[in-house]
């Protein structure tokens, strides 16, 4: 019999801790052997949360902080595109469930209009693109 599905709020959930260790091959802007970060979902969700209303990071930038944050050289960027879909999905099912939107995780903080993620979320992305513009971020 076939698991049931996790949701991505379960997802969220996760005991993993962030590793730092040598990136094996390069990949994505990294060369092999640099001290890369390799974050949670509890990890991206906390960063996420600590970004101030009314300001925004973009995806490296959100990164490059991350890995300064934990004496790394750089942030895994596949894990981080993954992980920021999980926070989304599961920030967007905590809304809909009835969370108030100020105890959301603020993912349009970090996601614009261009960021590869936009295009994979269960809902309409123009949700977070209106929650930009809310607060004030253009970019």
Same mark, same amino acid.
């Given at each position: 019999?076939?698991?049931?599905?996790?949701?991505?709020?379960? /997802?969220?959930?996760?005991? /993993?801790?962030?590793?730092?260790?040598? =990136?094996?091959?390069?990949?994505?802007?990294?060369?092999?052997?640099?001290?890369?970060?390799?974050?949670?979902?509890?990890?991206?969700?906390?960063?996420?949360?600590?970004?101030?209303?009314?300001?925004?990071?973009?995806?490296?930038? $959100?990164?490059?902080?991350?890995? /300064?944050?934990?004496? =790394?050289?750089?942030?895994?960027?596949?894990?981080?595109?993954?992980?920021?879909?999980?926070?989304?999905? =599961? =920030?967007?099912?905590?809304?809909?469930?009835?969370?108030?939107?100020?105890?959301?995780?603020?993912?349009?903080?970090?996601?614009?209009?261009?960021?590869?993620?936009?295009?994979?979320?269960?809902?309409?992305?123009? $949700? %977070? %693109?209106?929650?930009?513009?809310?607060?004030?971020?253009?970019?």
């Amino acid at each position: 019999m076939a698991k049931p599905k996790k949701s991505w709020a379960e /997802k969220m959930q996760s005991d /993993k801790l962030p590793v730092v260790k040598p =990136a094996p091959i390069d990949i994505a802007g990294m060369k092999a052997g640099q001290i890369m970060l390799v974050p949670t979902a509890k990890l991206i969700d906390a960063a996420v949360r600590a970004i101030p209303e009314g300001q925004s990071l973009s995806i490296p930038a $959100f990164r490059t902080q991350l890995a /300064k944050q934990h004496q =790394a050289e750089v942030c895994c960027p596949i894990t981080t595109g993954i992980l920021l879909r999980i926070v989304a999905e =599961a =920030a967007f099912e905590n809304y809909e469930a009835g969370t108030d939107l100020a105890d959301v995780t603020p993912v349009w903080r970090v996601l614009d209009r261009d960021a590869p993620t936009m295009k994979k979320l269960s809902y309409d992305p123009e $949700f %977070l %693109l209106e929650l930009r513009s809310q607060e004030g971020i253009t970019s």
